[in-house]
């Protein structure tokens, strides 16, 4: 195979070592909060609506076209196989996981392709909770303005939510006030980089991608994930001031505007992460071509 790295075990166990380490240090509060019994708004988040396990991200892989020497301790993972040529390498793709693949590398394409739109101002929270706030899904914390000061933001400014796994939470009083209808199958033409919730789902789509793509590929996306859920919580409607979380207040001017200057942050820091995705995963669909 003409692109295929070969590591000696020097090298891959080095790298092993590095991304196991560094997923322990990125779970580790997770790990003490749970343990206390401690409610956290980001990352009760991160480890329940994106359901993988803290063993599935500290779970090393170096990606497709790698080929490892001396590396038999591998093969206890049903992810390794060894070739005719004696080393180690990430097992075939089916074909099944090949079409999830060739999905994940189109919807990043297609997000990559299109310009970043900066004017939601996080209102997908605050529709989850419009003119039903007794069903909040975070009932623990206040809403900082209370409920019919809430709803009157709602009402007050237009909602053009594109994520669908974020406009489904919509009460049904909010979704009519949607400019748009997402849905599962229209992702390819409705997902684009300015919203935070993309940028989250990457960590997604990473994980789902793995062990054809490299393990730190997916801590990469776990820690922008960490940083889009904080600012996604700081500019709900929520009062979570008492986690350190201090308010994006999206109802003033100042408050839009650090919104905006926050989404253009988080869209750079997603490039090279989605770029790096992009990469892995067409390797991948190439190799897989008859």
Known sequence: MD???VRSAEQWKAERSAHEMRADTLVEARRRRAARGERDPVEDFLYTYYPFRYSALRRWTPGSCVALRDAEELLS????SRGADGYVRVV?????DLRRLKFT??????VANRPAFLGCFGLHEWAMVYQDAEQRRHAQWPLRLGAEGTDAVVRSMPIR????DAFRFFTPTARPLNKQTPDLAGRLQNEQPGCIHVTMDLYKWTMKSMPWVPSDLAADALA?????RSIDMRASPYDFSAVG???ICIETPEGKSQYETEQRRLAKMAEPIRARLISAL???LKVAKP
């Open 3 to 5: 692109s295929e790295e």
């Open 77 to 80: 993972d049903a992810r390794f």
């Open 92 to 96: 075939e793709p089916t074909e099944a």
């Open 105 to 110: 590398h189109d919807l990043c394409v297609a």
């Open 161 to 164: 939510c594109s994520h669908y």
């Open 224 to 228: 922008l994930a960490h940083e889009a």
């Open 245 to 247: 979380l201090v308010p």
């Open 282 to 284: 067409a390797r991948v």
